[in-house]
């Protein structure tokens, strides 16, 4: 039984900092790919950032430049770390990660519960 932990949302004045957790707990075999979604009322959930178990990381162009994804595979754990933060970044933030529960049987991805951010002076 896989779950999600989310932690570290908040409210956060326009060009402040918030840091976001998510650590993932259960019966594990292994975890691949990890990283952040995040929707805002009215749109789309949209990819924020993502990170490979080696490393490599990828962001949306509208965060590139401000956060920072990152990952300790020894605590099952992703990071998030958002600077300068905006009113455009006001939305729930959901992490995910992919994860095999046994050899051989494939991966499925799984979601924490969301977190709000509100970024409002």
């Known amino acids: 039984q896989v779950q999600l932990v989310e932690s570290g949302g908040g409210l956060v004045q326009p060009g402040g900092s918030l840091r976001l957790s998510c650590a993932a707990s259960g019966r594990i075999f292994y975890i691949y790919d990890m990283g952040w979604y995040r929707q805002a009322p009215g749109k789309q959930r949209e990819l924020v950032a993502d990170i490979t178990r080696g490393g490599s990381t990828n962001y949306a162009d509208s965060v590139k430049g401000r956060f920072t994804i990152s990952r300790d595979n020894a605590k099952n754990t992703v990071y998030l770390q958002m600077n300068s933060l905006n009113a455009e970044d006001t939305a729930v933030y959901y992490c995910?990660?992919?994860?095999?529960?046994?050899?051989?049987?494939?991966?499925?991805?799984?979601w924490g519960q969301g977190t709000q951010i509100t970024v409002s002076s």
């Open positions: 995910y990660a992919n994860i095999a529960l046994e050899y051989g049987s494939g991966t499925r991805d799984y």
